[in-house]
């Protein structure tokens, strides 16, 4: 007995909604209840990649216009398009012009192809029921960005593998022309290294979340390309990869969490390309005063313990909460400030090192040089912190109430402070 065909059609609807789309057809076969069923989804989820079993791209162009030409006239929730191979640009553009005639309000295209470039559909450019929109070129330059759209109600846009230029971008209308929108996450992105774009203007007057993930224009650029953020209402910020200038042209007085995990070579020969990263990114720092969370990632903690004398003295006045992260995280302890501010007043050189345990016990070990601390490091995922870091941390963050340490999956059973060179 089918007990869940007997179900009123919506919620069958709903419980298809949570299947790739390919499954959710699949269905129609169970009986003459199911036949029709999948007509109404709200969701599309059309992923072609190698493990998701097509034969070919051909079959998998069939399926989806199959899908697009008899599902019902209802407005479409979401329509997700992630191809990892070669399609014809006609065939994403197909997609896009499918979801703005159902007034679609999340978008999420990822497109591939090495001919013709994909365009956005004019009728998309203006969509009044858009909420959510993500971009994704599979290879630099597969989609263009139009320099302006106008998205009244948008919320999220998430751009990857875009480079930006005098094409594609005049005067941050791509921005601007999202009155509502609350969430920019750029992936991977540039600015044209040889063209005449020099600044990013993003004016987001309702932003409250703004990623910068592996940001891509040269490091040669630094000095020449910036991104100008006016966003009073933002209150997260994210930056992950090799240093950028971004310039926040007004107070950020609703700030609440700022999470840095900066990048930099590795080999030996780097440590003048890791002082460096610091030091550019200090002068991005005093910006973020208004935080009340601040995490660090261990390759950040490392690029600004690289600087010989840290100048920038901004007072953090509403820092609580200060977080060291690592990858692969399996366990963390957070401590009191004030035990990390006992620790420093016995010595004003070398190094806290912290290890995971299950009591989260705190303690102070000797040790002879830093050199063993590094080797322990390599071997158990040890998180060493310089002192004079810490220390300037603490100083700047006088209302600071705790420290959280993350550790990865290998890593010792206890937990320590030790400052390297204590007797």
Known sequence: MDRIGGLPDGILIAILSFLDTKTAVRTSVLSKRWKL???????????????????????????????????????????RLSVDDIVYSSFSEECMTYAADHRVKNLIISAFTTENPVFIPTCLLSSQFLEFL????????????????????LKVLKLKNFVFSDDNFDDGKIFSGCPKLESVILCKCAIKGRGELKELEMKCLELKKLEILYWRSPLSCYDIHRINVIAPKLSSFVFKGHVAKVCFKEDLGCLDRV??????????????????????????????????????????????????????????????????VTEDRSSSVTMPINAVADILKCTADGYLVFNASEDNK???????????????K???????????????????????????????????????????GEE
């Not at 209802?74 to 329509?79: D, E």
């Not at 995922?381 to 220390?391: E, Q």
């Not at 963050?397 to 937990?415: H, Q």
Request: include cysteine; hydrophobic fraction near 40%; charged fraction near 25%.
């Open 378 to 420: 390599k071997d158990s995922n040890i998180i060493d912190v310089p002192i004079h870091l810490m220390s300037y941390l603490l100083e700047i963050a006088p209302r600071a109430e705790s420290l959280t340490v993350e550790f990865a999956k290998e890593s010792f059973e206890c937990v320590e402070v030790r400052s390297d």
């Open 259 to 324: 999470c840095i995990d900066l990048r930099y070579p590795k080999w030996n020969s780097a440590e003048d390309r890791k002082r460096w990263t610091g030091e550019c990114f200090m002068t991005m720092f005093g910006q973020f005063c208004s935080a009340r969370f601040l995490s660090l990632s261990i390759d950040t903690v490392e690029a600004l313990s690289a600087i010989s004398g840290i100048r920038e003295y901004v007072t953090f006045g509403n820092l609580r909460h200060i977080k060291f």
């Open 362 to 376: 705190l303690s102070t070990l000797g040790e002879s040089s830093h050199s063993d601390g590094r080797k322990a």
């Open 134 to 153: 993500e971009l994704n070129c599979a290879i630099r330059y597969t989609i263009t960005l139009p320099k302006s759209w106008t998205f009244t109600n």
């Open 37 to 79: 069923v999948w007509t109404s989804l709200p969701v599309l989820d059309f992923e072609n990649v190698p493990y998701s079993r097509w034969k070919s791209r051909i079959e998998f162009i069939f399926f989806v216009r199959h899908v697009l030409a008899r599902r019902c006239n209802s407005q479409l929730v979401k329509l």
